[in-house]
């Protein structure tokens, strides 16, 4: 399998397609990402799918890809990644970085709980809904 392209954008939120609240987080961030600090990728769509594979990487968790082609490329999961996201957008959820000084262990335990119920709480759609026309470009598996 060929690598994964490059993305022009410094951090990649990769999530659930068909989870409604995985989308919901996705719509929340584009609204308060003005500066296009994020792009999106599915779990198992063409951009994540092979970067994640072979890790162990598990569905239930949302993964950010920050800062993607520099010697610091790393991949955060479940509260990481939330709070990591939430730093990096406008408005009071920046505020959410003080939750890092919770621990990991209850923070990742809250997430799980969170995770284990989302279908439940918001829905499982049939596909992964195409992107807005104008946040198309941020969409990694829109232009692959």
Known sequence: MS????????HVVVYDGVCGMCNAFVRFTLA???????????????WAAPRLAGDGREPDRLYVVADIGTPKERILERSDAALFVAAG???????????????????????RAVAHL???????????????????????????
């Open 32 to 46: 308060r990402d003005a500066g296009g600090r994020f792009a999106f990728a599915a779990l198992d769509g063409p």
């Open 3 to 10: 690598a994964p392209a490059p993305s022009p954008y410094r």
């Open 118 to 144: 989302r279908y439940r709480l918001s829905g499982r759609l049939d596909a992964c809904p195409a992107p807005p026309p104008e946040h198309r470009a941020r969409f990694l598996d829109a232009t692959a």
């Open 89 to 111: 957008i406008d408005g009071p959820w920046r505020f959410a970085r003080v939750f890092r000084f919770v621990p990991r262990v209850i923070r990742d335990a809250v997430y």
